[in-house]
């Protein structure tokens, strides 16, 4: 048994025999020590199971991320690295499209589902597949200072906060997230972007394969 666990379960029990002893008249000399004890063993427990909370939710960040990678096309090794249409790029120090690349070529029926004229390009990279104009927004939000894996789990993540999902996405609640930002990531279920989504049940079901807890 996990040494906390015995530690909150001992002061607990510590507790119940001074309350035993104080109910029958008369503080015993060990009384105010063994109430010192069990109350902070119950401080100790709830504390710990915060931060047991917390743990859960950074998994389920991690793994609802992996989920949107699976749909995007980027869950290999070199993800982070991935353009759109499925060329990599070799350089972290800003998104290519900043660096010199001029995106890639939809399709005419896409770039009508996106909003846009026949013959527009996107600019998707990285492992969320973010565009230029997106990139440069949030980037100067969050202050980043260069595209590494770390930076764009830090946009993905904000993104995420910016359609109010991130909350549902921590505490499990995954089909309400996946709802709420599924017109960020072309993938998504019922994104409506022309482009192959992921069904509802396989996103989830990707979330779970990556340590995610389902609510």
């Not at 909003?115 to 104009?133: D, E, H, L, R």
């Amino acid at each position: 048994m996990d040494m906390r666990v015995i530690a909150i379960a001992g002061g607990a029990a510590l507790l119940l025999l001074y309350l035993l002893d104080d109910g029958q008249g008369g503080e015993s000399a060990n009384s105010a020590d063994l109430e010192d004890i069990g109350n902070q063993a119950l401080d100790y427990g709830s504390e710990y199971f915060s931060e047991v909370d917390e743990v859960i939710a950074q998994a389920n960040e991690r793994a609802f991320l992996a989920a949107i990678r699976v749909g995007e096309g980027t869950s290999a090794s070199n993800g982070y690295s991935v353009l759109f249409g499925g060329a990599t790029f070799g350089s972290f120090a800003d998104h290519p499209a900043l660096l010199g690349w001029r995106g890639g070529s939809l399709s005419d029926a896409m770039c009508a589902a996106a909003g846009f004229g026949p013959g527009c390009v996107s600019t998707a990279a990285g492992a969320f597949q973010i565009n230029k104009p997106t990139w440069v927004r949030v980037r100067g939000k969050l202050g980043l200072s260069d595209f590494s894996p770390a930076s764009q789990d830090a946009v993905a993540l904000e993104l995420i906060s910016e359609k109010g999902a991130l909350a549902d996405v921590r505490a499990g609640r995954v089909e309400i997230a996946a709802n709420k930002v599924r017109k960020v990531w072309a993938s998504l279920p019922g994104a409506g972007y022309g482009q192959g989504e992921v069904k509802m049940a396989a996103f989830v079901s990707n979330y779970a394969n990556a340590g995610g807890a389902v609510a």
